[in-house]
C-alpha cells in the first residue's frame, strides 16, 4: 500500500516561504497526478495544487503566483513551494496523489497532514 509521508509545515510570518514535500513509499507502484489539498478550521478541505506525470501544474486561484506545485518522478516526490504566505493560508495542507497497484484500478491516497500556520 502506498504512504504519503509529508514534511516542511511550520510557523512563518506573513510574507515569508515555505517548502512542503511529499514523498510517495511504495515504488512499485503507479504514481499518477500528485498534489496538495488544505483544510482551514471550520472549513472544508479545497484542492490548492497539482502536478501531472509530465509536469504540469494546476493551481485553486488564490494561490495562482505565489505557490509552484513540482515533482521529481524517479523519486515519486511532490514539493509545494509557498511564497508571499498570508494569514488565509494558514490549514493543514495534506499531500494526495493517484496511485495504481497492479491491474487495480485507480484510487486517491492521502498524506497524514502537516500544519501551515501563518501569522500577521
Known amino acids: 500500500q502506498v504512504q504519503l509521508v509529508e514534511s516542511g509545515g511550520g510557523l512563518v510570518q506573513a510574507g515569508r516561504s515555505l517548502r512542503l514535500s511529499c514523498a510517495a513509499s511504495e515504488s512499485r507502484a503507479t504514481i499518477g497526478a500528485m498534489g496538495w489539498y488544505r483544510q482551514a478550521p471550520g472549513k472544508q478541505r479545497e484542492f490548492v495544487a497539482r502536478v501531472t506525470t509530465d509536469g504540469v501544474p494546476s493551481y485553486t486561484n488564490s494561490v495562482k503566483g505565489r505557490f509552484t506545485c513540482s515533482r521529481d518522478n524517479g523519486k515519486n516526490i511532490v514539493y509545494l513551494q509557498m511564497n508571499s504566505l498570508k494569514p488565509e493560508d494558514t490549514a493543514v495542507y495534506y499531500c494526495?496523489?493517484?496511485?495504481?497497484?497492479?491491474?487495480?484500478?485507480?484510487?486517491?491516497?492521502w498524506g497524514q497532514g502537516t500544519q501551515v500556520t501563518v501569522s500577521s
Open positions: 494526495h496523489a493517484f496511485v495504481k497497484q497492479g491491474t487495480e484500478l485507480w484510487r486517491d491516497s
